[in-house]
């Protein structure tokens, strides 16, 4: 399974954007039948988990600092995942990645993801 994460850019504080994480490989309509998420990594700072989806879309966990600004859904037809980010803070800034869990509930531990993304750049300018 790829995973290609994009949609990160520059954007002032207060702005937003909308990541995409899209499946794909031999396997890759099989990520359907498994839980996504987002972490993100800041300048000298470790991995962090930011928010998850089951594999129906119907369960979600969010980090306590994105809660009521990020939303997390996914199409599963298109084994796509989105992570709309509105109200953005300077504190965002950071690569955000992909993953897929190794079963059907999304996670916020990142030793439950099977495959990850290469990432994505998103920088908030205060």
């Known amino acids: 399974v790829q995973l290609q994460a994009s949609g990160g850019g520059l954007v002032q504080a207060g702005g937003s954007l909308r990541l995409s994480c899209a499946a794909s490989g031999r396997s890759g309509r099989m990520v359907s039948n498994n839980g996504m998420g987002w972490f993100r990594q800041a300048p000298g700072k470790e991995r962090e988990f930011v928010a998850a989806?089951?594999?129906?879309?119907?369960?979600?966990i969010y980090t306590d600092s994105v809660k009521g600004r990020f939303t997390i859904s996914r199409q599963k037809a298109e084994s796509t995942m989105y992570l709309q980010m509105n109200g953005l803070k300077y504190e965002d800034t950071a690569v955000y990645y992909c993953?897929?869990?190794?079963?059907?509930?999304?996670?916020?531990?990142?030793?439950?993801?099977?495959?990850w993304g290469q990432g994505t750049l998103v920088t908030v300018s205060s």
């Open positions: 989806i089951s594999w129906s879309g119907g369960d979600k």
């Open positions: 993953a897929v869990t190794r079963g059907a509930v999304g996670s916020s531990n990142a030793e439950w993801y099977r495959y």
